[in-house]
Nanobody
Framework: VQLQASGGGLVQAGGSLRLSCAAS????????MGWFRQAPGKERELVAA????????YYADSLKGRFTISRDNAKKMVYLQLNSLKPEGTAVYYC??????????????????WGQGTLVTVSS
């Protein structure tokens, strides 16, 4: 499995970005996909996740309402819409694929394939 994240960049506080993740390899449509982020000096944390069919989504409590995860199984793509960005949102954002079909949750150890990350910088 290969995951390629893109779409990061520099944005002012209050702005928006859309991150994309292209997948190849094992059956994309069978697994939960997640977006994580890691800020300098901090642990990697889940931003959002979406089940294989897209019917269930999971968000970090602090980000609900501002970020939206979606997927297109036909294109093998997962997206993360970032709205109302804040400076504390500056981090490297990673897409990841869950190890077990049907799992959805925040534990990074339950995701076994990771993209290379895309840097989001939010200026104040």
């Amino acid at each position: 499995v290969q995951l390629q994240a893109s779409g990061g960049g520099l944005v002012q506080a209050g702005g928006s970005l859309r991150l994309s993740c292209a997948a190849s390899g094992r059956t994309f449509s069978s697994y939960t996909m997640g977006w994580f982020r890691q800020a300098p000096g901090k642990e990697r944390e889940l931003v959002a996740a979406i089940t294989s069919s897209g019917s269930i989504t999971y968000y970090a409590d602090s980000l609900k309402g501002r970020f939206t995860i979606s997927r297109d199984n036909a294109k093998k793509m997962v997206y993360l819409q970032l709205n109302s960005l804040k400076p504390e949102g500056t981090a490297v954002y990673y897409c990841a694929q869950a190890t077990i079909s049907g799992y959805i949750g925040p534990d990074p150890r339950s995701y076994d394939y990771w993209g290379q990350g895309t840097l989001v910088t939010v200026s104040s």
